[in-house]
């Protein structure tokens, strides 16, 4: 007889295995069943999911009236069935108490109006969580994170950034892990940005606005916890299992910190009491002030950690020039001569000098050509030598200072690449229309097989400051109408 409904005959097999002790008992344990596939990808064949269950089993209880074979067995000791504390409980970053009034903002915004009405809610980064595989839950993190910078929430992408650094010590892959590394260390440096620029000074628009020089965070909290991010960064930078990419990248946070120091100082302690707002004092210039130049320090000390000489050099000269270019001018000449590097020295002391000379602080600028000359001097390589040399002098020349430029002549070991310098300078005086002291400098110093060239690079230099001169002179007349061109 057939049974009435066709899948009848495929339950009988299993039915009667059953009953013959074939099968095992039927088990109560959830954790047993297999997941059902999502239906997309290429099948098994078997019907069981391709992605492993990661559900922890659950230890199970006694109940009452349970006995036989088939019964749980007691419960196991209580060491057996502790929850796990879950991912990064082992991992330690740089932290910050005094940011909690940040962290505890209402709406999770942290900065200005969200644009577009557009939000990353905290359940994304609850949902986060649940990822099992630490490289694509940090990937996924850093996503959320720059999704927040963009919508200006800024606390909770400084949530997710961390969420981000506590899982990528956890993955065992090197390329995901130092990627994954690198795309914090960015990210870190973007929200540091994004921090410094909502808790500076805002412009007023309009003299009566009272409200339009307010910043949208605490000054102070901004910068504190843009620090905080900042030692995030290279603490992540310094776990990159790539030797190169670790020196690179640490640099790349010191080169943060420098900027950084460098928008503390030129935007909210150079600030004017107007644009800072009726609640603002001198005091918190020089407070902000003081922080610039504690970031520099702090810099400095990150930047002696990087092993490769080439990185480590840039990232120094990177913080002088930074400060050279936000007016720390005093930390800036140190900073240059703390490099050990004579090369890398030499380059950044004058580029330090120029600043200080351009700013009118003529001490300063003399101290650091001095040290730079020093730096030059004591090159022993004599290619790399000519060519600091030559650098020193087109920095003195462009920022007036002929006679330091000509007492640098005597660092050249040549009398050719002397020759060449000495033309320089004839020049450059005779461009900026100093011909009396070019022609008594040439009668005086210059050797007499010298004089005759020195003199008609001089003529050269009088000859284009005349066109030059002309030049503007002609840009300034306006020749809109045809009729007066003749």
């Not at 344990?29 to 992605?51: C, F, H, K, M, Y």
């Not at 939000?119 to 720059?146: H, K, Y």
């Not at 940005?193 to 020089?213: M, T």
């Amino acid at each position: 007889m057939r049974p009435r409904h066709p899948m009848l005959r495929y339950a009988a097999l299993p039915l009667a295995l059953a009953a013959a002790g074939a099968l095992p008992p039927a088990t109560t344990r959830a954790q047993d069943v297999a997941p059902l596939s999502s239906g997309s990808g290429a099948g098994t064949g078997t019907g069981r999911s391709s992605v492993p269950d990661y559900r922890p089993d659950a230890p199970l209880r006694e109940s009452p009236g349970m006995e036989g074979p088939d019964a749980p067995g007691p419960l196991p000791p209580p060491d057996a069935g502790r929850i796990p504390l879950g991912p990064g409980v082992n991992v330690r970053f740089p932290d910050d108490p005094g940011i909690a009034p940040f962290l505890l903002q209402s709406g999770g915004s942290g900065g200005g109006a969200v644009t577009g009405g557009l939000r990353i809610t905290p359940e994304m980064i609850d949902t986060a969580r649940l990822i099992s595989e630490p490289g694509e839950r940090g990937r996924i993190m850093l996503q959320i994170a720059r999704g927040a910078i963009l919508s200006n929430q800024l606390v909770l992408a400084h949530r997710a950034t961390e969420e981000a650094a506590t899982a990528a010590p956890e993955e065992t892959n090197d390329l995901i892990h130092d990627q994954l590394i690198i795309s914090i260390v960015t990210t870190a440096g973007q929200l540091a940005d994004s921090l410094l620029r909502e808790g500076k000074p805002q412009v007023r628009l309009f003299p009566d606005d009272p409200g339009g020089g307010l910043p949208h965070i605490d000054g102070r909290l901004a910068i504190r916890t843009a620090r905080l991010e900042w030692r995030r960064a290279a603490a992540m930078a310094s776990q990159i299992r790539n030797p190169t990419y670790r020196s690179e990248y640490l640099d790349r946070a010191v080169e943060n910190m420098a900027v950084g120091s460098a928008v503390v100082a030129l935007e909210y302690a150079a600030a004017s009491i107007d644009d800072r707002g009726p609640q603002s004092s001198e005091e918190d210039r020089a407070a902000y002030a003081d922080q610039a130049d504690e970031i520099l320090e702090e810099g400095a000390t990150l930047a002696d950690e990087i092993e490769r000489p080439i990185w480590r050099n840039r990232a120094k000269e990177r913080l002088a020039t930074a400060a050279g270019e936000s007016g720390q001018y005093q930390r800036a000449t140190d900073l240059a001569d703390r490099i050990r590097n004579a090369e890398a020295r030499a380059r950044a002391l004058v580029l330090v000098a120029e600043f200080q000379a351009r700013r009118g602080r003529d001490d300063d600028a003399t101290r650091s050509y001095n040290l730079a000359a020093r730096a030059v001097a004591s090159v022993q390589q004599r290619g790399l030598r000519g060519v600091l040399i030559g650098i020193l002098i087109d920095s003195l020349i462009s920022t007036g200072r002929f006679e330091d430029a000509r007492a640098s002549l005597v660092l050249y070991q040549s009398e050719a690449e002397r020759f060449v310098a000495m033309g320089a300078i004839a020049e450059s005086l005779g461009v900026r229309r100093m011909p009396d002291e070019a022609r008594a400098w040439i009668d005086r110093d210059a050797p007499a097989a010298y004089r005759s060239t020195l003199y008609r690079r001089l003529n050269n230099g009088l000859l284009r400051a005349i066109s030059e001169a002309r030049a503007r002179e002609f840009q300034g007349h306006d020749y809109g109408d045809d009729s007066r061109v003749q």
